[in-house]
């Protein structure tokens, strides 16, 4: 056998030389596919610009999706799985005690590339090296920061010291549960799953956003090589809509059925391999009648016609509340402010694509492996499209490659079932980040339109705010970001007078719903803008002008909740800023400044009960059991530390998981909620478990409930949320290259149960806040298609382009919370926008109002990808 024949590729991988099929696309196939070699992640194949599936190819990193298999014959291949065991324990060690990971996914491609460059530089090796080195890899979660501390570290030979295990209750920089195992990928992710007898799933998605489908026609698919079945919405025995809130989403189109968005699905392939599943997809011909697209959400509003199938309004929601005069609040001011604000459409960009295993049960039943955000709601959607009871469906959650909200909906959860429950076989249907990018909501585009006025001492007078936002075609959570934009139009304010009104539009674009910030930060990027606009009239600072208004215990705010003592942590962040802001200002630095408040919880009346439990081992070990989704975040992370501070444990004999096998109540892991309420419940449970002895072998059940909250209007001054937190963020910025030199951000987070986990999401957030003020969008065409197809196109900021960011913790204790816990996994990014545009204004005098800004020099404005190794 030669190293490259018609029918196979020899090569040597991790010192053992191997023969693979030459028909896969690239190496990175040929290693996960046939080899089982899970380090490399696949993010965006085959394009090469995530990074994770970085390998070294001849002592040389390479990414592997780029890298042709042919090629490769004859060449030694080193994956993270081949390094020596020490060399990954240093890595692992490294990136665990900085707190260099969240989700893990784009790790081990990263240390792959880190190790490159520590082997050839040493001590040496400078951080704003390294950073440019990692200009051929993407993180989504982190900021960056702590990642490059991880790879000094082991540059330098000084790691830092972990929290002493006895002081590892609430309140330690303990390294993220999993950690080790994630740095090195050892920990896997639903299409790191393999299954005998396992079928792959490819979807044929519609060629038109709106347009009537006439005829499926599935022979040629059908008998293409390898094809084991080809379904239809014909196949579906159940429930032909899904949805979160409202059941309005199809799984499939059927023939008489009409697309809606450019993500609509007519056609499930599976076949014996991916490579054939998705050869045949692209077989499967349709015969349309296009309809036209409405992609104007103004015109949507006004037109009869309905833009989505099977509704009667292109009006999804309206959110409205009024409190004072405003007409005579706004008349009496001495100044007033008027302004259209306009935010673009996000792409989430998490880094792992969606993929869904569903394997037929012993007992007829159907099990699921999802990466989803709420693994109770998939488990209802898959039953009712299967037309089956929830008991013939179990969905067991794998913690996820990142989300930010984006896999609250289901993606391919329900067409992977339906074709193992059809076929009782295994079938995995994993997305392409093209795919991705059409299927799972985004971030939604809001106008907003502001009258404000303030007296001659600069304090806020009244508020007027309209808001129109693009919901795309479906519901998802859509109506409830319009409605926590409006409820957060003021920002952290006082105001006596106030009238907000937003709207939810169906259109044809692409479906938007939950992404970090939840339409808060849009609503705030807004109210900042007027907030710096009246402070200039009058004469003040920025930093002044909100000192004037911040928000304090006993005020009534926005939508009329008075505000408990938890919200003294809005002017505490400012004072935090204080000296840094003097001092940038006395720099002859252009400074902005940034206010904000988000919600933690559901609220509006929302009953919120979680569950958790904890059982002892016969040999003194302790395993808590939640429900709640582990996607970087560090949930697992904080029900150990609990769990060691109740029960004054040693943190190694604690195992945590996720349990779905019994109802836990959890719903959805969003709105910064998962900590708060997470906590709670490991707490009620190992305090029950102390007061019954701890017996081993027994299930203790806690639970923490905030069914207190109420819905706007349902009394005058209704507490709409039970816990908001705070921050107040510094940028830092050059005049001249209208570069961002710095970021300083302080956050209240109630109390920090990790304080190094914390900072990694207000990193992460910050960055992710960067890129949403100046350089990220994500478009779509007159056709209701995206325009963007690549991860490089989005503009998400790289290593080399970050600035340096300091956190500043604030610590001010929420009321009727555990441990006085408040969310910190959204707020993060709320103010950033502002902040960066009050700097762009300090620098050139001139205001902006929409977003992205596309200002300044490759800290403001650069998405380059900088250098490979």
């Known amino acids: 056998m030669t190293v490259l024949d018609q029918e196979v590729v020899v090569l040597t991988v991790n010192g053992e030389e191997v023969a693979v099929r030459a028909d896969h696309p690239h190496l990175l196939a040929a290693l996960r596919e046939e080899l089982g070699v899970t380090s490399a992640k696949d993010g965006c194949s085959p394009s090469g610009q995530c990074g994770c599936c970085t390998v070294m190819i001849d002592g040389k990193v390479q990414v592997s999706c780029q890298y042709p298999l042919e090629k490769a014959a004859g060449r030694t291949v080193v994956t993270l799985e081949g390094l020596p065991e020490e060399e990954r324990r240093r890595y692992a060690d490294a990136f665990a005690a900085c707190g260099g990971l969240q989700c893990g996914f784009c790790i081990p491609g990263i240390v792959m590339r880190a190790k490159a460059q520590v082997d050839k530089k040493g001590a040496t090796l400078k951080r704003e090296d390294m950073a440019r080195h990692l200009g051929a890899h993407l993180c989504r979660c982190t900021g960056y920061v702590k990642i490059l ?14 929290a002493p295990r006895a002081h590892a209750g609430v309140g330690a920089r303990l390294p993220k549960y999993e950690a080790t195992s994630l740095a090195l990928g050892d920990r896997g992710y639903v299409d790191d799953l393999r299954v005998p007898g396992m079928l792959h799933a490819a979807l044929r998605f519609t060629d038109h956003a709106r347009a009537e489908v006439v005829r499926v026609h599935t022979s040629a ?30 799984v499939l189109i059927p023939e008489g059925g009409r697309t809606s968005y450019a993500g609509d699905v007519i056609a499930v392939v599976v076949a014996e391999s991916r490579l054939e599943a998705r050869a045949a997809a692209a077989l499967v011909e349709v015969d349309y009648h296009d309809l036209g697209p409405m992609t104007d959400p103004m ?34 001011s001495a100044h007033v402010v008027h302004e259209v604000f306009e935010t673009q459409r996000v792409e989430h960009a998490y880094l792992e694509p969606e993929s869904t295993l569903a394997v037929p049960r012993e007992d007829g039943g159907l099990h699921v492996y999802s990466g989803g955000q709420g693994v109770w709601d998939d488990r209802d959607q898959i039953a009712a499209v299967l037309g089956v009871g929830t008991g013939d469906v179990s969905v067991e959650l794998v913690s996820n490659g990142g989300a930010f909200g984006g896999k609250e909906d289901m993606s391919n959860q329900a067409q992977a079932a339906l074709a193992a429950w059809l076929l009782r076989r295994p079938v995995k249907c994993t997305l392409s980040r093209e795919e991705s990018f059409l299927v799972h909501p985004k971030r939604h585009p809001i106008r907003m339109e502001y009258w404000a006025g303030c007296d001659a001492d600069g304090h806020l007078t009244g508020l007027r705010a309209r808001m129109v936002g693009d919901s795309g075609a479906y519901a998802s ?5 319009l409605e926590r934009a409006a409820g957060h139009a003021s920002g952290p304010y006082r105001l006596p007078a106030v009238d907000v009104e937003s709207v939810a539009v169906r259109t044809n674009n692409p479906v938007c719903g939950a992404f970090r910030g939840f ?89 919120e009960v979680t569950r958790a439990v904890v059982r002892f081992g016969e040999d003194g070990t302790v395993e808590v059991r939640h429900g709640w989704t582990e996607m970087g975040q560090g949930v697992h992370t904080v029900a150990l530390q609990v769990a060691v501070e109740e029960l004054g444990v040693d943190p190694d004999r604690v195992s945590v998981m996720v349990d779905t096998s019994r109802e836990l109540g959890e719903g959805q892991t969003t709105g910064s909620r998962g900590t708060l309420m997470g906590a709670g419940a490991v707490a009620d449970a190992c305090r029950k478990a102390l007061a019954a002895g701890c017996a081993p072998g027994v299930d203790y059940v806690g639970e923490h409930r905030v069914d207190w909250t109420q819905h706007l209007g349902e009394v005058e001054h209704p507490t709409i949320h039970a816990a908001f937190g705070y921050a107040a963020q510094l940028v830092v910025m050059d005049k001249e290259s209208l570069s961002v030199e710095r970021v300083v951000a302080a956050h209240d987070v109630g109390r920090a149960v990790n304080p190094m986990l914390c900072e990694g999401q207000i990193e992460g957030s910050v960055h992710m806040g960067l890129g949403y003020a100046l350089t990220e969008d994500f478009p779509a065409d007159e056709r209701g298609f995206p325009t963007k197809s690549t991860l490089r196109s989005l503009g998400i900021l790289r290593a080399k382009d970050v600035p340096p960011i300091e956190v500043i913790l604030v610590e001010v204790p929420q009321p009727r919370s555990p441990y006085g816990i408040k969310g910190v996994g959204e707020i993060g990014l709320v103010p950033t926008a502002g902040a960066v545009a009050g700097a762009l204004h300090d620098a050139d005098g001139v205001w902006r109002a929409t977003l992205p800004m596309r200002a300044g020099g490759p800290a403001a404005g650069g998405a380059g990808e900088g250098d490979g190794e």
């Not at 196949?235 to 409202?246: C, K, N, S």
């Open 149 to 162: 501390d991880a790879i000094d570290a082991v540059a330098t030979g000084v790691v830092p010291e972990a």
């Open 519 to 607: 339409g808060a930060n849009q609503a705030q990027f807004a109210m900042e803008g007027v907030v710096d606009r009246l402070g200039e009239l009058v004469g003040i600072s920025g930093w002044e002008m909100r000192k004037r208004n911040v928000i304090h215990p006993g005020d009534v705010w926005g939508p009329g909740q008075v505000m408990d003592e938890g919200c003294a942590g809005a002017e505490r962040c400012l004072d935090a800023l204080a000296e840094r802001y003097a001092a940038a200002r006395a720099e002859g630095k252009a400074v902005g400044i940034g206010l904000a408040l988000k919600n933690s919880g559901l609220g509006n009346g929302f009953k």
């Open 299 to 332: 015109a949507a509003i006004a037109s009869p016609e309905a833009s989505v199938w099977g509704t009667d309004s292109n009006v999804l929601s309206r959110s409205a509340y009024a409190r004072g005069d405003v007409d005579a609040a706004l008349e009496a």
């Open 477 to 481: 959570v859509g109506m409830k970001v």
């Open 221 to 250: 698919a059908a008998s293409a090589p390898g094809v084991v079945a080809v379904f239809t919405a014909a196949d579906v025995p159940g429930e032909l809509r899904v949805g979160i809130i409202h059941h309005d989403w199809p």
